[in-house]
Each structure stands twice: as C-alpha cells, then as structure tokens.
C-alpha cells in the first residue's frame, strides 16, 4: 500500500508548510470576514434601473369595447416609472415564467418578481365600482337621486386579488425595490379609483368624497424560501469556500513542481513506486484537506452569521461538492507542475491562473444570465460554486443540485484525466 | 562470457553515450563490468560524466546510445526485484525537508516494500551508525548540511539494496562527518560484502575505499585497475613537491633534478616542480644542493606518498580538481 504511505506524506507535508497553510486557509478566512463585515451593513447604488420581473397573470375584465387588462396598464406603469427628476428608469424588466422567475430570483440576477394575478383587472373594477357608488351615495344619498338625472349607481363589486410580490428580503437592493412597486401600485390605484369617482361626480356640485371603499387589490410581500434570515454574505460565502479550494491550485503546483526541483521525484521513480502510488496516494491526501478546508471556511462563515440552510445532509453534500472541487484544483495543479520549469514558476502560475479564475467563476461577482454564463459553465469550479449556493444557501437537495453535480463530475474527470496524463508523461518517465 | 562470469556481474555497461543538446558528449562509448561485491570507484575531476553515467546506470536517464544490464536485466526493462536491490545516493542532498529523519528513511524503506517494522529498525540502526540518532525526530530541513548529507547516504542503505551508488557520498563534509560516511561504507564493504559503486574527484576516499577505480575525464575511461596497481603503473616511489622563490628558474630545476639518479619523473605543475623519486627523502640533501647550484632558492617544500591523483596527471597532464 505504497500509495497510502504517499498520502500520509503528502499530508503531513502540507500541514507542516505554514505558508501554504496560511495561503489556503488564512487567506480565504480573510476574504470571508471582509464579506462578512461588508456586506452587513453597505448600501446600494442609487439610480440605476433594477432588474425585476413582472408575471402579469391577469385576464382583463369585459367583453368587446368594454374589455380591458388592467395588468398590463400597471405593467407599462412600471416599466415606465422613473427615479424623480430624471430620466433613468426605476425597472428593467424582464421576461421569464415564474420558474425561471424563482431561480433568476435566489441566483440574485433579478431584485423582485412582481406576479398580477388573474383577477386584477376584474377586483381594480370592483374598487372603481365600489367607490363609486359610495361617493354618489354619500354625496347626494342614494333615494335622493331622481330617476330624470340620469345617474345609473354601479353595482358593488366583489371580486379582490392579491398582488404578489417576491424577493429576498435580506438583500438590501429588495428592500428599496419593494418599497418603489408598492408605491407605484399604491399610486395607480389611487389613480383609477379618483379618476372614476372624479368622471361620475361630473356635474355634481360639491367636492367628490374621500373614498371609503375596502380594499380590493391588496399587497403581498413574501420571501423566497431559505432565505428570509439572510444576507449577502450568504451569497458570497460559498463563492469564498470555492475560492479558498482554488488557491489549493497554487499549492499542488508548488508541491509536485518542488519534488521534481529538489529531486525527491527521482528518489521516488527509482523506487517500485508507480505513477499511480504517487498521483493516488497525492491525491487523497490533497482531497482529504480540500475537505478539511471547506469545513472550517465553513466554520469560520458560521461564525461571522453565515445562515446555513438544509442540516447536516446539505453539510455534508457541501463537503462532497468541496472535495470534488479539490480533485479539480489538484488535477489543474498537477497541469501546472508538468510543464513548470520550477517551483517559483508553478506557483507564479498557479497565482496567475487561480486568481482570476476565482472571478471568472463569479466568486466575487454575479454575472447575469447569456453567452458568457454558459461558456464559463464548463469550468468545474462554476458548477461547484453554483452546487454549494444551492446546497448550502437554499437548502437544496442532492436532487435539485444534480445537474450542476453531474456537470462538476465529468469536467473534473477530465481535467483529472488530463493532469495525470501530461504530469506521468512529463515528470515521470526517465528523462 | 561464461554463465559464472555473467552472474558475478551487478552492473554492467556497453557503449554507454550521452549526448545532450549542443553536441555535448558527458558520457562516451562506456564499456563497464561492476563485479559483485567489489567497491567500484569511479574517479574523475568535475564535470568528468561520473554523474551522467550514474544516472543512467539507475534508469534516471536515457543513454543516447548503448545499453546498461544490471542483474542480467536491461536497465529500461528492470524488473522490481531488481529495482530492490539498488540504492542511490545522489550527488546532491535529496530529502523531504517537512519530514522528520525517520520519517524520511521509513518511507524510503516503504517504497521497496520494506515492511513497517523492518523499515523503522533498520532506520533506527542507520541513523545510530550515521551518528544522527538525537535528531531522528527532526525535520530534515532543519539539520546542518553536514547531517543532511549523513542522511543522504542512510536513504540509499535503508532498503538494505545489494548495490549502492554512492555519487559523491562525502562531498561538502567536515572531516568528522567525512569520518562517520566512509566508516559506514568501509563496514558495508567489510562486513556485508555489499556492491558499492562510489563517485568521488577525491583521491584519497577512491584510495582507502575501492577496490577497483575507473579514472574517467570528458565521459570516456580512461583507466580501470585497482588502486595499487594504477599507482604502480606511473612509477612506484615518493612525491616531492618544490616551490621556488623564482619561478623562472623551474625549467632550469626541472633539467638539474632530472639527471640525478633514481628520479624517476620530474615535471611542473601549478608553477611547482615535481619530483618522482625512490625513497626521496634520503634523497633530499642531493636535491637541495643541485637545486642551489642553479641559483634556486626553495620557498616551500612537501613530501608525500603517490596517490591517485598522480595517476590523473599522468594520463591527463591535469590536477582532479583544475
């Protein structure tokens, strides 16, 4: 069990490098209590459109000329709202059916989802009806009115609908979106119920009533589930987790890379050791830390008010999502280690090609959906990202995350087939 | 070649070539017999292709041309019996420094599949002979360089190999530690008839140690034989050493000292003259005297026993270590 001694080497080594220890843990607790303390308590750019998504589910009230959608007179309302005194609009909306609408929503590409449900138009009716009839009763009184002024009281309404409205309400940028649609939903009900009671006081003498209609259309704010307790940094500590693993890149760079400069590989090739005692046995000690380091970054995160959603089996699954990650990072670092000419150039490389990787991944920042999203999909690190947001910060089950997991699996397995192949052919053959 | 004659070889080379980019030729046409259970030493100044023919003879390298067999095996297609019954220590110092000295021999040992127990005795023994028992429990990279080389040469003997190559075993040592290394491989020699193959530009340790020496310069052999016999086959006697005040007066010395019977060579090396003689220090009123009629006055003089290193300059008119 050659390989078995290899991995005990290789971990013990790894643990008694205090500098690739601090890199590795250190560095990425630093980034993770940076994001943690950040995004507490920060605030959000101001003028600028926020991308929300309105499902306008209403079917219109009347027949013929009578017929109107009143959904989609308040969607236009919105999409052409403005901030005050400018030109900017308050909204950028978009299309998207109300599955896509959820997922847009907890990947933070979208602040809100605005559903108009089908009744709108028919309970917006209810109220103009409504408050109609009550202004002219109020005003005049209803057995006062004579048949010869030809006034025709509309029948009360019944019919009430709930707008709803969804988000995160631990992100800020929700806060201030939710408040902007309430208002303007607020404002275009006002609008039609004065209007209509204005139209039919015509002629009346007398200031038309303050209306004391109930409520028809009412307002419902609801939190997408999981994460009503949280906040950004729940979003980005993942990516930091991921981001942590990708700084292991460096350090198996460095490590093989110095075997081959301090010869120590050539003790070992001399030896019955194969090629697969050594990347085998390098290997499960390497994933066994990547295991290791999602655990205390994890720890670490929890501390600084990480909101963990899902129990020990998302714990668990994230741990598994985290060593399958690692096996991606160790597989770039054996890439590196074969074609670095030292151990100064494999970890230069190794800074050079994880760092940026990091943000490319969109460790530090969402990108929204299109081309780029789904070219960088074919990076192991983007689907291991993505699976522990799902897992870890929306409580997703093995399931739900599947198809990002299943994508994880086979991009490593390649990269890991590749790096054992250029690192046995490069480094482990006679020279 | 006899089948007796072909199972008493370890190690054995035909034609052996390495040719590296630029036409540099570091190995040429080495033909080799290493008998088992000889000490082999291999002498040659720096740069002479000891090393490249180590490397090779261990599968490290690819000969350009030529074969290396070791136990009847070639060397590219050596089994993992075979593989067992080599150690090396190289040249340089080749150590798991975030590993402990133990640590560092029993994963050697465990790469030959020395089973645990075995691997840590045997540990335990070579780091008591090799005098570094006290830091068993240090890292390697915290040693001095002189107990990082003891070490070196423990990682090629834990595996109890039948051949060890020793490239260069005590280079870079305090005489202390010189001591503690060649007592090592004087008792392997000695005690476990062991087939040592030794790379040394240090005449003395080929001397003490080998049983035979093959003298190499520029990748090509230049003589094999046994150490008293290489040095018989320049002339038996002593070796005087002469510095004049005035240099320029050498060649007169060298004429003067030369027509005095029972010297046997004379010549001038590194602006000294030598003087190759039978029981030269009876001899040394008759050179001082010839050495004042010429008008030569003596700055510094030394006698000494003729080494290998006279053998190098003889055949190749340069000092090991020019």
Not at chain 1, 376 to 402: D, F, H, K, M, N
């Amino acid at each position: 069990m050659r390989f078995v001694t290899i991995a005990a080497k290789a971990f013990k080594e790894r643990i008694r490098n205090r500098n690739v220890l601090g890199m590795q843990l250190l560095f990425p607790a630093v980034f993770m209590l940076v994001f943690g303390i950040a995004f507490t308590g920060a605030g959000f750019d101001r003028n600028r459109p926020y991308d929300i998504i309105v499902i306008n589910d209403d079917l219109g009230a009347g027949t013929g000329g009578d017929y109107s959608n009143l959904g989609q007179e308040l969607e236009t309302i919105m999409e052409d709202a403005t901030y005050e005194n400018s030109s900017i609009n308050l909204f950028a909306i978009k299309n998207a059916t109300a599955d896509e609408a959820l997922t847009l929503l907890k990947d933070r590409e979208v602040v809100c989802v605005v559903t108009i449900p089908e009744d709108f138009s028919r309970a917006v009716r209810s109220l103009i009806n409504t408050s109609t009839r009550i202004a002219l009763t109020s005003a005049i009184g209803e057995g006062l009115i004579p048949p010869e002024m030809g006034i025709q009281l509309p029948q009360e309404g019944e019919t009430t609908a709930q707008v709803l409205i969804q988000g995160d309400s631990s992100y800020q940028a929700f806060g201030a979106v939710q408040s902007m649609v309430v208002g303007i939903i607020n404002s275009y009900l006002e609008n039609v119920e004065s209007a209509a009671i204005e139209q039919a006081m015509s002629g009346i003498p007398g200031t038309p009533p303050v209306s004391e209609a109930p409520e028809f259309v009412t307002l419902y704010t609801q939190s997408i589930a999981g994460t009503e307790e949280s906040s950004n940094f729940d979003y980005f500590a993942p990516g930091i987790i991921v981001f942590g693993l990708l700084l292991g890149v460096i350090a198996v760079a460095e490590s093989l890379a110095r075997e081959v400069e301090d010869r120590t590989l050539s003790r070992l090739k001399i030896s019955l050791m194969s090629s697969f005692d050594l990347l085998f046995g390098s290997l499960i000690s390497w994933t066994l830390f990547a295991g290791i380091q999602v655990l205390i970054l994890f720890g670490i995160a929890l501390a600084l008010g990480y909101n963990w959603v899902g129990g020990t089996t998302s714990l668990a699954l994230a741990i598994g999502i985290g060593c399958i990650v690692g096996v991606a990072c160790i597989s770039l670092g054996m890439l590196i280690a074969a074609f670095a000419k030292s151990t100064e150039q494999a970890s230069s490389l190794g800074t050079l090609i994880a760092v940026p990787m990091s943000f490319v991944i969109g460790v530090f920042i969402g990108f929204p959906p299109g081309l780029f999203t789904r070219i960088i999909a074919v990076l192991p690190w983007r689907q291991g990202l993505l699976s522990l947001l799902e897992v870890l910060t929306y409580g997703s089950t093995l399931e739900e995350v599947t198809p990002n997991l299943t994508a994880l699996v086979i991009e490593t397995v390649v990269l890991f087939v590749a790096g054992v192949l250029a690192f046995s052919r490069l480094r482990l053959k006679a020279e | 070649m006899s089948s007796a004659e072909h199972d008493d070889i370890a190690i054995q080379t035909e034609g052996l070539t390495k040719v590296f980019p630029g036409d540099v030729r570091a190995v040429d046409g080495l033909d080799l017999q290493i008998r088992r259970g000889e000490v082999f030493g291999f002498l040659g100044p720096n740069g002479a292709g000891k090393t490249t023919s180590i490397r090779m003879m261990t599968g490290l390298l690819k000969p350009t041309s030529g074969k290396v067999v070791v136990n009847g095996e070639l060397i590219e297609r050596v089994s993992g019996k075979s593989k067992k019954r080599i150690g090396v220590c190289p040249q340089e110092i080749v150590l798991w420094n975030l590993l402990t000295c133990t640590e560092n021999l029993t994963l050697v040992a465990s790469m030959y599949d020395v089973p645990g127990g075995d691997g840590r005795d045997r540990a335990e023994d070579l780091l008591e002979e090799l005098q570094l028992t006290e830091k068993s429990d240090t890292l390697a990279g915290n040693l001095s360089g002189g107990m990082k080389r003891r070490l070196n040469v423990a990682m090629a003997m834990v595996h109890d190999p039948e051949i060890m190559v020793l490239d260069e075993p005590t280079a870079g040592l305090d005489p202390q530690s010189r001591l503690v290394v060649t007592g090592l491989i004087d008792r392997v020699k000695r005690e476990e008839r062991k087939t040592i193959i030794l790379t040394t530009h240090m005449m003395e340790i080929a001397d003490q140690l080998s049983d035979r020496v093959a003298i190499i310069d520029h990748g090509k052999l230049l003589k094999l034989d046994t150490p008293e016999n290489l040095k018989n086959q320049i002339g038996a006697g002593d070796v005087m050493d002469i510095a004049l005040v005035d240099e320029s007066l050498n060649e007169t010395a060298l004429k003067a000292l030369g027509d005095l019977q029972g010297v046997q060579e004379t010549t001038v090396l590194r602006g000294k003259v030598v003087v190759r003689a039978l029981d030269v220090a009876r001899r040394l009123p008759e050179i001082f005297q010839t050495l004042e009629s010429i008008g030569a006055k003596v700055s510094d003089v030394s006698l000494r026993r003729n080494t290998l290193e006279d053998v190098f300059i003889a055949l190749t008119g340069r000092k090991l270590r020019e």
